[in-house]
């Protein structure tokens, strides 16, 4: 028998908190971006797992679904970055805040 | 519940489990960020482990080719296209003395693994990806789910996809001149500087 789902669950809640954990304190946009990318991932690992777990195969397609939107995400992300680049010579969050009302 | 659980399974997840762990706190922790990003692929081929293990073939392999192979390769060449990576040279002033051993040593072992795997099953227990698990193929009922019951979200991911490639245009191209009057204005100088030239 594979090893029971609440170690994947637990390592997935790990993965998910280092993440966000990165999200908050790291400055540069880009690694900000790929704390991103392991929390979503992490919640992909919770997915799978109760697929498994309650022998259901939705858990497998909304992974599926995940992947396909963090693929656009990633794009669009990314070109923003390049197109603030270009105007400001730096990417690291401190510095954009024109938004700030 | 440790008793049942056989040892390749526990090895395997234990394995993965450490390298995720690893991999997560390095994206995290290191300064550089082609570092963070070779940290962020170890992460992501640990959880393609795990999804082996748990079944999921399909979405293991499609976990690798899009996050491994698309997405950390455009973060990749986001880094190098932006400079960030300024503090280190491809090829370092010391060149690299003791650990080009170290990885040919690796670059061996990785291939006598992978000539053991391809002989047996003994060490992950299923035959081949594409293999059946539980009588019926993985890919096989994702698919069913994916074509029938869940066809208009999957139709709704192309729109997705085609919004986001425009996005992505649109965002990173250099504005030029747009309006008929900018476009008029820059012929007009243009031809100048022709005549200048001439």
């Known amino acids: 028998m594979s090893v029971p789902g609440s170690w994947y669950l637990i390592l997935a ?21 790929m704390c991103l990318e392991l929390m979503l991932n992490a919640v992909n690992l919770t997915l799978v797992t109760y697929s498994r777990m309650l022998n259901d195969i939705a858990g497998q397609v909304g992974v599926f679904f995940v992947l396909v939107v963090a693929a656009a995400e ?9 197109s603030i680049f270009r105007g400001k010579r730096q990417v690291t969050a401190d510095d954009l805040h024109i938004l700030r009302g | ?7 390749p399974d526990l090895v395997t997840f ?7 762990l690893v991999g997560a706190v390095g994206v995290v922790t290191l300064r550089h960020p082609v570092h963070a990003a070779l940290m962020l692929v170890m992460t992501l081929f640990a959880i393609a482990v795990l999804f082996v293990e748990q079944g999921a073939q399909f979405l293991a392999a499609v976990q690798v080719i899009v996050y491994a192979g698309a997405i950390v390769v455009l973060f990749l060449f986001v880094i190098m296209l932006l400079g960030v990576d300024k503090r280190e040279s ?3 002033k010391n060149a690299v003395t003791w650990q080009l051993p170290i990885g ?11 000539s053991i795997l391809t002989k047996g099953v003994w060490a992950t227990g299923t035959h081949s990806v594409t293999a059946a698990v539980n009588g019926v193929s993985n890919i096989a009922v994702l698919a069913r789910a994916v074509f029938t019951t869940y066809l208009l979200p999957f139709e709704a991911t192309s729109v997705l996809l085609v919004v986001a490639v425009l996005g992505a245009v649109v965002l990173s191209r250099i504005p030029r001149a747009s309006t008929s009057e ?5 012929m007009e100088s243009d031809a100048k500087e022709e005549v200048e030239l001439g």
């Open chain 2, 90 to 92: 491809i090829m370092p």
């Open chain 2, 14 to 20: 234990i394995a993965a489990a450490l390298a995720a």
């Open chain 1, 74 to 82: 990633v794009v669009v992300g990314l070109g923003l970055i390049v």
């Open chain 2, 104 to 114: 040919l040593l690796f670059v061996i072992a990785i291939l006598i693994e992978l």
């Open chain 2, 182 to 186: 900018e476009l008029a204005l820059e």
């Open chain 1, 13 to 33: 809640a790990a993965l998910f908190g280092i993440g966000a954990f990165g999200i908050l304190v790291r400055r540069n946009i880009l690694i900000m971006f």
């Open chain 2, 1 to 7: 519940m440790l008793a049942v659980v056989t040892m």
